[in-house]
């Protein structure tokens, strides 16, 4: 093979991959999608299989019930590949006030955040913005601008005539290292504003008051003026979240009047 066909090669598989990788979230927000679903899915069950062997478990039956019957009113509101998705819960006997997801949706609540949501709608409007950073594939576009920076060395070390010097290879491990890390990392605030959105969707069409995930948050800002909880050190909240979900009201109240007139009237209560 000459030098020039291999080059052209070369251009066309990674013009091949960028146009493979743009996709588009649920509010059809352009995204970069480079990573495969199943791997990502892979590694978020790993570490969810590790989580459940390294922290305690809630053992209370009542406990385990109610988060159980939100998640599973939430999920039950998806469609597609999202439905078939194998979802898992664990409820982490810590009082940390936190809840977060891993891709291949494995739902992690922390025992903390129970004790802040006053009502089964509360705890909706948590697991509906977690499962909503799932359908809008979070984790694969952070995962993708770090293997696209890994890519661009790969790239650059191919056509700089050599394999990887150390140099290179050092800084293509510290990025894949991120990467890897990546999963606990919070998302940045797009993917926060995207994950509010389409949850509050989630919620009200599973019949959950999607005016109580404004509650939840003032709840949740008080609280922060004297400890901050866990769960907002990765979700900065305030006036502008809180102005977001209101904006979101009119078509929230009408898919839950929706739901109720279809007789989706979740009781959760504990
Ligand atoms: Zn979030």
């Not at 809630?58 to 988060?67: A, E, L, P, Y």
């Not at 992690?108 to 006053?118: D, H, M, Q, S, T």
Request: charged share 20%; hydrophobic share 40%.
């Amino acid at each position: 093979m000459t030098k020039t066909i291999r080059q052209s090669l070369l251009t066309t598989l990674f013009m091949a991959l960028v146009v493979s990788a743009c996709s588009s979230s649920p509010t059809g927000r352009k995204q970069l999608v480079l990573k495969s679903d199943a791997e990502l899915e892979q590694e978020g069950t790993r570490q969810f299989r590790a989580l459940q062997e390294q922290v305690p478990l809630v053992k209370n039956g009542n406990t385990i019930d109610f988060v159980a019957c939100v998640a599973d009113a939430i999920v039950g509101e998806l469609e597609g590949d999202y439905a078939d998705l194998y979802w898992e819960l664990a409820v982490v006997d810590q009082p940390d006030v936190n809840a977060f997801v891993m891709p291949g949706g494995k739902i992690v609540v922390k025992a903390g955040i129970l004790g802040i949501v006053e009502n089964q709608h509360q705890l909706a409007a948590v697991l509906g913005h977690e499962v909503a950073h799932v359908t809008a594939h979070h984790s694969n576009e952070r995962a993708s601008r770090a293997m696209l920076a890994g890519v661009g060395i790969d790239v650059a070390a191919i056509l700089l005539g050599g394999g990887y010097s150390n140099q290179t290879r050092g800084a293509y491990e510290a990025l894949s290292a991120g990467a890897s890390l990546g999963i606990m990392n919070p998302f940045n605030r797009k993917q926060e504003t995207e994950a509010d959105v389409v949850g509050l969707e989630y919620m009200a069409r599973a019949g959950f008051d999607p005016r109580e995930s404004v509650a939840l948050w003032k709840i949740m800002n008080e609280k922060n003026k004297t400890n901050i909880p866990e769960y907002m050190s990765t979700h900065p909240s305030g006036e502008t979240r809180i102005e977001n979900l209101v904006a979101q009201y009119p078509k929230a109240l009408a898919l839950y009047n929706e739901a109720q007139a279809q007789g989706k009237n979740p009781n959760c209560d504990r």
